[in-house]
């Protein structure tokens, strides 16, 4: 059906006036030729001409076709014959003839005026549902590679963000660097001193094995926990991408705190905790919440070692708040931040301090938000600040 | 004065190290008493025997430099062998001057330690027993009468009976017989011995650590 609809079945240009006076020619033919075995007249032949004319050249050739086939049959057919007078007795008769073809003529191009128009708009209707349907698809096409390109856009910012992470949990550990060398160092001097306490008692006259076995069990200790130290730095320094588990938060407290200890001792700052015993867990990466928990612990006594004239306390408290989520508030009494540094804080490569990249409050924030929480931070100049954030916890809203 | 045993006080944070170094010197049949802190070692209390100090340099609360203060402060004389992670120089030189035994790094080998403890305990010995003479001679020399004293003084500072009797606006005989008194109660074998015996008594109270109170 399309393709009769979207091929022409009109004539163009003079060839339809020669398909008008062709056809009139070839019914006056016809009609002389059948006149003399059927009688006068055969008007159906003129007829058929100009509705065949009108059908396929149009309405001009179809009016050509009318006048023709009013002078043939005029000329051959009309008495008297082979003239173009009329007798007054058959003018009804033929002004009838001409009435018929025009009205034919009328009727034909009118129906197929209305036909071609009909077809041009199916037509039109076809090429623009096709131009849309390119359109759409083209347009389908580019959101598809958009988002492909989107989705790259965010892996890369991803991978950027961990990377950014991991350089700036490496500095941090820079500066805990005397604090680890202890952490490890005390087990490992346990070790030696047990050990050779040990091998003292077994080189005895009389080897005493209970003393020499406790000896060895601290040994065994001591070794132990100086792995643990090391496995625990390990974890903070490598290269692993980001993996969501259930985190539970009070465990990476005060395994961070450990860390952090020496650290705080030497500025004589006592730590506390305060942790909600039926925390939540949470999930998330926890390797990125402790990065951000030894972070903020690190700022806390940074805040204070200048402190004189109050005992300096870093209090870490959890609680659960609204529905499910866990909140993490670390409390110092430090110098605080004043209200031209506060709406800093956050910014990248802001920092107030002379070492220091000014990347931890910045890095902190965006893993606290990529966990779907909230970080801030609260402070009276002099007095001391809290830095709280909150995580979802689990079965609370995901993000 | 009967000698107790003699201990070795070791303090350190650190459990597994605490029971490691005394577990090692008991093992050569010393006795060994443990603290966690300095402030526990200050507060409790201690036997009045030869003894030495097994300390951390670096501790939270009161560090090992902190205690070697106040123990010298309190005129609490106890050898101290400091043990560090990682003695910095300043800080040696420190412990050092202000008395410090031994400055060991940890980890401490085994024998280092034992040497140390025993060196400080046998020094810790000499000292005491230094102590006890001083005070004994003090005692003696405190027994003196005032006159006596005075006679004393000038004997050493090298003085005649004859310039004595005149500074002090007495007899000769007097002064001899004052003279015989001090001989005797300080059991100066010589005028020498007297001079000697006196001369350290001096030092002593002049020195920066003066004998224990009179209770030691």
């Known amino acids: 059906m399309s393709t009769v609809l979207t091929t022409s079945t009109r004539l163009r240009g003079p060839a339809r006036y020669g398909l008008a006076i062709a056809l009139v020619s070839a019914a006056l033919i016809l009609s002389l030729v059948l006149r003399v075995p059927f009688g006068n007249p055969f008007w159906f032949f003129f007829s058929v001409a100009v509705i065949v004319t009108t059908w396929f050249a149009g309405r001009g050739p179809g009016w050509v076709a009318v006048g023709l086939s009013t002078l043939a049959a005029l000329y051959y057919f009309i008495p008297p014959v082979n003239s173009f007078a009329v007798k007054p007795a058959d003018v009804p008769f033929f002004l009838s003839f001409v009435a018929c073809e025009a009205v034919a003529n009328w009727l034909i191009s009118w129906q197929k005026n209305a036909e071609d128009a009909l077809r041009r708009a199916r037509d039109e209707l076809e090429v623009r549902v096709g131009e849309r349907t390119v359109e759409l698809k083209n347009a389908n096409d580019a959101l598809v590679k958009q988002m492909a390109e989107q989705r790259r856009t965010e892996e890369a910012l991803q991978r950027t963000r961990t990377e950014l992470a991991r350089v700036v949990r490496i500095t941090t550990i820079g500066e805990l660097t005397a604090s680890i060398a202890h952490e490890v160092n005390q087990p490992l001097a346990a070790v030696v001193a047990n050990a050779d306490a040990c091998v003292a008692w077994l080189g005895l006259e009389w080897p005493n094995l209970v003393e020499a076995r406790a000896a060895a069990e601290r040994t065994i200790q001591g070794a132990t926990r100086a792995s643990e130290v090391i496995i625990r730095i390990r974890s903070l320094i490598n290269k692993a991408a980001p993996e969501r588990a259930q985190v539970q938060l009070n465990g990476v407290i005060e395994e961070t705190v450990t860390l952090a200890d020496r650290q705080a001792s030497r500025n004589n700052i006592s730590i506390a905790l305060e942790l909600e015993p039926d925390l939540p867990h949470v999930p998330g990466d926890k390797i990125q919440l402790q990065q951000v928990i030894l972070n903020l612990i690190m700022n806390g006594i940074e805040s204070m070692t200048g402190v004189t004239g109050r005992s300096r306390l870093l209090l870490i408290r959890t609680s659960v708040v609204g529905d499910g989520e866990v909140c993490v508030s670390i409390k110092d009494n430090g110098i605080g931040v004043s209200d031209e540094v506060m709406p800093r804080l956050f910014e990248p490569f802001f920092t107030t301090r002379s070492q220091g990249i000014g990347m931890g409050l910045a890095i902190s924030r965006s893993i606290v938000e990529a966990h779907g929480g909230r970080l801030w931070a609260e402070s009276t100049v002099n007095q001391g600040s809290v830095f709280q954030f909150t995580l979802p916890g689990e079965g609370g809203p995901n993000p | ?216």
């Not at chain 2, 036997?47 to 030495?52: K, Q, V, Y």
């Not at chain 2, 106040?70 to 420190?94: K, N």
């Not at chain 2, 017989?177 to 001096?202: C, D, F, G, Q, W």
């Open chain 2, 1 to 216: 004065m009967k000698e107790l045993e003699p201990v070795v006080f070791v303090i350190d944070d650190e459990a597994l190290i605490r029971d490691g170094i005394q577990s090692l010197i008991r093992s050569i049949g010393l006795r060994a008493e443990t603290f966690a802190s300095a402030r526990d070692f200050m507060a409790a209390k201690r036997p009045d025997a030869p003894a030495c100090l097994v300390l951390d340099v670096r501790m939270p609360g009161l560090s090992g430099l902190d205690l070697q203060r106040q123990l010298s402060d309190a005129h609490i004389h106890i050898p101290i062998i400091f043990i560090t992670g990682h003695g910095d120089i300043p800080m040696t030189v420190r412990a050092m001057k202000d008395g410090a035994m031994e400055f060991l790094t940890k980890p401490v080998r085994g024998q280092d330690l034992l040497d140390a403890v025993q060196k400080a305990i046998a020094y810790d010995r000499g000292l005491r027993k230094e102590r006890a003479e001083l005070m004994e001679m003090r005692n003696r020399f405190n027994s003196l009468t005032p006159r006596e004293t005075e006679v004393l003084k000038l004997v050493v500072a090298g003085l005649l009976n004859k310039q004595i009797a005149d500074e002090l606006g007495m007899s000769e005989l007097t002064v001899k017989t004052h003279r015989a008194h001090v001989m005797e109660k300080t059991k100066a074998e010589s005028l020498a011995h007297l001079v000697r015996m006196a001369e350290r008594i001096r030092n002593a109270s002049a020195s920066k650590y003066p004998s224990p109170p009179k209770a030691g």
